[in-house]
């Protein structure tokens, strides 16, 4: 096997290696400029080929703005700076002999912790069970397939009696052992996948793989598209995206408390100075701070959209008078008090508030008419003239009443009502949705993953 980033690359290689690794991250949506890449080339001539870690980080500290884009970086390197090129010696045949050598030699690099050898394993996973198609160098590799027939979480107890037999000390709480093992099996599971990957790369290109094989940037991916995981990530970016909009909203209020100019106090002002208006007198503004009221729909894939913009706003709660948040399933029931633990276990909110909130009645699909128009009775006091109230909700009904005149009620009674919707917009008015018909009545607005959600928090917020 032929080494990979190494200083036999040329320079005219060298430099589409680099360009491509730029326009890779720009089209996951990672801010690029031209500084940041003549920095990055700087880097590669100081820091030179031979020690690819070190070029990774100095890309890094280069191109990225914050830890956020770091993942994708890592993804997108692997394939234009690769470990290695080229295929492995032998014949790869992948029988069920092999597989279970395979399985004890992975076991015991897996209690070693040795990594050199977790690395070496996962090439020899791919070239033996990864490979499909007909053609004698395959068509194709395909990390699924690999851990599928290698199966590496059925090792957890295997490894663990390995690590227990090794370590007489007992230094491993059987709970740290664990977890400190499937964190070794997760590595390896990454491994084969950069390296599929990188197979898949050479025989179709870096940039088409690097365009429609990694997975997007978390600010990117699709509420309702979104797995455990990847929610997860999503609520960690939580509070320094509730730090970037509370310096946002307060710009915003700075410069709305400066008010509007006095003309009669201008003119006369500018008598001193000939009739020409120098220095402009402004109609000092005191706002007060307004009141936000969110009213969310929590069931099925929607809920991890409500659950992660429940948390942002409770974030931002200092930047507003008065917040209160409704949960809705066809019942609504406030959840205020309930985000106040949600901050601190985001991953466990929604179990909390189905589990105590009373959200629904006779059924479990969610049912907007009915929701909205208690929410109108219930709680009248929640709303008034300085109120901004949010729905967060696809606006799907079941095929019940969507209740129209409640929304109008809403809307006489509120100072403005913006509704976000997770779905795309070529959905809208789809089976059972009644998004066009709320549309007529409120501010609807598509708001499908966090980047969308940034943007329009930091413009649709009241000041």
Not at 151 to 159: E, G, H, K
Not at 232 to 244: C, D, H, N, Y
Not at 251 to 256: E, N, V
Request: aromatic letters at 6%; glycine letters at 10%.
């Amino acid at each position: 096997m032929t080494a990979a980033a190494g200083p036999g690359l040329a320079d005219t290689d060298l430099v589409t290696r680099l360009t491509g690794l730029v326009d890779a991250l720009r089209a996951h949506g990672l801010r690029i400029g031209t500084g940041e890449t003549v920095d990055a080339a700087r880097a590669v001539e100081a820091l030179g080929l031979a020690d690819r870690e070190l070029l990774r980080e100095g890309l890094a500290a280069t191109l990225l703005h914050g830890a956020g884009g770091r993942p994708v970086f890592d993804a997108v390197f692997e394939l234009y700076f690769p470990s290695r090129v080229g295929l492995p010696d032998g014949d790869g045949d992948g029988g069920d002999a092999d597989r279970e050598v395979l399985r004890a030699r992975l076991a015991e690099a897996l209690a070693a912790n040795d990594t050199a050898a977790l690395a070496r394993l996962a090439v020899e996973a791919v070239d033996g069970f990864g490979g499909y198609g007909g053609s004698p160098g395959s068509d194709g590799w395909s990390s699924y397939q690999t851990l599928d027939r290698l199966r590496p979480q059925t090792l957890l107890a295997r490894v663990r009696d390995e690590v227990r037999g090794r370590d007489g000390s007992g230094r491993f709480a059987d709970r740290l052992l664990e977890d400190e093992i499937r964190r070794r099996i997760e590595e390896f599971r990454r491994l084969v996948t950069v390296e599929a990957r990188r197979r898949a790369a050479e025989r179709r290109g870096r940039d088409e793989i690097a365009r429609r094989a990694l997975a997007p940037a978390a600010d990117r991916v699709d509420f309702l598209l979104a797995g455990k995981d990847r929610l997860a990530e999503m609520r960690r970016t939580v509070r320094p995206l509730a730090r970037k909009l509370a310096t946002r909203l307060a710009a915003r209020r700075r410069r709305a408390a400066r008010g509007t100019i006095d003309l009669r106090r201008t003119l006369r002002g500018s008598l001193s100075t000939g009739g020409v208006p120098v220095k402009p007198v402004l109609r000092r503004r005191r706002p007060a701070r307004p009141e936000l009221v969110l009213l969310c729909d929590v069931s099925g894939s929607v809920a991890g959209f409500s659950d992660f913009t429940m948390l942002l706003v409770q974030a931002l709660h200092d930047q507003f008078s008065k917040v209160r948040v409704f949960a809705f399933v066809n019942r609504v029931d406030e959840v205020t008090g309930l985000l106040v633990h949600g901050a601190a276990d985001p991953e466990g909110l929604n179990a909390r508030i189905r589990a105590e909130a009373r959200l629904t009645a006779w059924h479990d699909s969610s049912d907007y008419g009915a929701a909205l128009g208690e929410f109108t009775d219930r709680y009248a006091d929640a709303v008034g003239p300085r109120t901004t109230v949010f729905v967060l909700g696809d606006a799907r009904t079941n095929m019940a009443d969507p209740n129209l005149p409640a929304v109008r009620d809403l809307t006489r009674r509120t100072r403005r009502v913006h509704w976000l919707n997770p779905e795309p917009r070529t959905l809208w008015g789809t089976g059972d949705s009644a998004a066009p018909a709320y549309a007529e009545l409120v501010d609807m607005r598509e708001c499908r993953n966090v980047r969308q959600l940034d943007a329009l928090v930091g413009r649709l917020l009241p000041v």
